[in-house]
């Protein structure tokens, strides 16, 4: 596990709560294809987007200011990822996509 992936369960660990669904890493670093220059993209699923915004928010600036990398959370209520799975972007997320555990 490379040290980006550490850096995602380090996030993960910080923002579980009863009220996330699911955690997917995905994007350049899912692929094993990120740079240096390369964000760390992360789908989190929850059961109310709004309630948890501000706290995943947070908790990525956090990782920001202590490991230099940069954590890009895309927050989206459960509901909501239902009613778009077809839609491309989460297609692709959902096949170069990593769960975190």
């Known amino acids: 596990m490379n ?28 692929r ?17 987007s709004d309630e948890l915004s501000d706290e995943i928010n947070s ?9 230099d990398e940069f954590i890009s959370p895309h927050v989206m209520s459960e509901e909501h990822f239902n009613n778009t799975i077809d839609y491309p972007f989460l297609n692709n997320v959902l096949k170069e996509g990593i769960v975190i555990e």
């Open 59 to 67: 908790a990525a600036v956090d990782i920001i200011l202590e490991k």
């Open 3 to 30: 040290n980006r992936h550490n850096i995602v369960r380090e996030f993960a660990d910080a923002i579980r709560s009863d009220d996330i669904v699911k955690i997917i890493l995905f994007s350049s670093v899912a």
């Open 32 to 48: 094993g294809d990120d740079t240096e220059e390369s964000d760390i993209d992360i789908l989190i699923i929850t059961t109310n």
